[in-house]
């Protein structure tokens, strides 16, 4: 009674499906949500995104209503564990589509509509107004935060990371190293994805542009400080 079904596919066919399961009917949904991830059978997250951004307008009004009150050092300890914690969560796995690289690659409505949101709330922290017309760069530096896209790239490069510690199966081994059998090639002892899936090529990306101490290193501070100094020279 408590299973779930998912039919991924492009177009919805005109009668739903259902198959039978130890005397339970279980029929065919359009999303479900799982460890608080909704998964569309389309494989889109406009719907997941929605309901994050749904989320953190109330926690952003919240904040709002504590910044009377409290002094910058406090809000921004809010913010993380209100705001920032539910921006973090599980963005390589929504997030992975829509890695901007450079500031030519286009901007996504769905990510942009998160980082309206973390505006918004170091705007509050920081007693500033939109009429201020202060950079979000500027805010992003002062406050020491990662925008929504180098979050979305941090989570990935980490993921990645821990994956290769712990010998996690199919992430773990994703990348493999670049050989040519003959020559010595610029590329080598640079890595290439084995899935043309989107986590896996912004993985590959975003490893081969990594220090070699935070590919080498074991310790979870080493690589944190290193994946978000990578991520920062990413655009906002």
């Not at 079904?5 to 065919?28: A, C, M, S």
């Not at 973090?88 to 829509?98: A, E």
């Not at 500031?103 to 973390?118: A, F, G, I, M």
């Amino acid at each position: 009674s408590k299973t779930a079904l998912l039919i991924f596919r492009q177009r919805r066919e005109r009668d739903t499906f259902t198959i039978k399961l130890q005397g339970e009917d279980i029929k065919e949904s359009e999303e479900e949500k799982l460890l608080g991830v909704v998964v569309q059978n389309d494989l889109k997250w406009d719907h997941h995104v929605g309901k994050i951004v749904s989320e953190l307008n109330y926690s952003l009004h919240v904040l709002s209503r504590l910044s009377g009150h409290l002094g910058r050092k406090e809000l921004k300890i809010i913010a993380e564990g209100i705001i920032m914690s539910r921006v973090r969560y599980c963005t390589s796995v929504w997030g992975s589509d829509f890695v901007r690289f450079g500031n030519s690659d286009p901007r996504h409505s769905l990510v942009q509509k998160v980082q309206s949101v973390q505006n918004q709330a170091m705007r509050t922290i920081l007693r500033k107004k939109k009429s201020d017309h202060v950079r979000i760069s500027d805010m992003l530096s002062e406050l020491g935060m990662l925008s929504v896209n180098q979050t979305i790239a941090f989570n990935i490069i980490m993921d990645v990371w821990k994956a290769r510690q712990f010998n996690v199966p199919v992430i773990g081994t994703l990348l493999r190293k670049r050989h040519h059998p003959t020559k010595t090639l610029r590329s080598e002892g640079k890595e290439t994805a084995d899935s043309t899936e989107s986590f896996a090529k912004a993985a590959e990306k975003l490893w081969n542009s990594a220090s070699e101490r935070l590919r080498m290193t074991n310790l979870v501070v080493v690589a944190k400080k290193e994946a978000k100094e990578l991520a920062q020279t990413l655009p906002i």
